[in-house]
């Protein structure tokens, strides 16, 4: 089945700095790839996704970059704001119709 | 997006008992998955629920302890049955939406005491 791979654990960036996140996953036939993040005692809410027949994904401050030949996929956070202060986790679905596979997740501190 | 209604938020139970955990959509949707969050850690899938049959549950989770109903396209159960401290968690209930993201429930926090 499905493996998801997530680093770093922990991310601590300045206010204004950018955040990477980086995920590989196992299965060469997985082909949707979200992002969640996840605020304390919340929901996760997911705040980016990527298929596979596209290699890069933009919403204003946030995108998602996707390599299928090296099976990973990443996250980029530009200009950091404390509100940004979160758990990140990134997920794959192996087969259409299949739950989602989730990584570790990724604490992320944005200070000012 | 669905949304979905998830109850109860919380319950401390007593070991040996059983909890049962209702979600309910407002739309039909095929697909409903159940997690299990333990604190500081990440979403474990338990089981897909399947409308009209059995779930399909992951390794490491089996029927007798996490029966799963889901009667129709809009409502399922997860019980968590014989509960033991390990069992202390967060339960979600999530509907598929491929292409709008996967939605989930606000989540039970499970103590068993």
């Known amino acids: 089945g499905e493996n998801v791979e997530q680093h770093p654990s922990t991310l601590s960036v300045q206010e204004g700095d950018s955040a990477v996140i980086k995920c590989t996953y196992s299965d060469s036939a997985s082909n949707y790839f979200p992002w969640y993040k996840q605020e304390l005692g919340k929901r996760p809410q997911l705040i980016i996704d990527?298929?596979?027949?596209?290699g890069e994904k933009k919403d204003q401050r946030i995108a998602v970059t996707l390599n299928k030949t090296a099976k990973h996929f990443s996250l980029h956070i530009t200009e950091t704001q404390p509100e940004d202060s979160a758990v990140y986790f990134c997920a794959a679905e192996s087969q259409a119709g299949t739950a989602l596979i989730f990584g570790k997740g990724t604490t992320l501190s944005v200070s000012s | 997006s669905a949304v979905i209604s998830q109850k109860p938020s919380r319950d401390i139970c007593q070991r040996g008992t059983s909890l049962t955990i209702q979600c309910q959509v407002d739309?039909?949707?095929?697909?409903m998955f159940w997690y299990r969050q333990q604190p500081g850690q990440s979403l474990t899938l338990i089981a897909t629920?399947?409308?009209?049959?059995?779930?399909?549950?992951e390794s490491g989770f089996v029927i007798d302890k996490f029966p799963i109903s889901r009667p129709n396209l809009t409502f399922s159960t997860l019980t968590v049955s014989n509960m033991s401290p390990e069992d202390s968690s967060i339960y979600l209930c999530?509907?598929?939406?491929?292409?709008?993201?996967?939605?989930f429930g606000s989540g039970t926090r499970l103590t068993v005491v």
């Open positions: 739309s039909q949707v095929t697909m």
């Open positions: 999530s509907v598929g939406e491929r292409g709008r993201g996967d939605t």
């Open positions: 629920a399947n409308q009209g049959s059995e779930a399909t549950y």
């Open positions: 990527i298929r596979s027949n596209v």
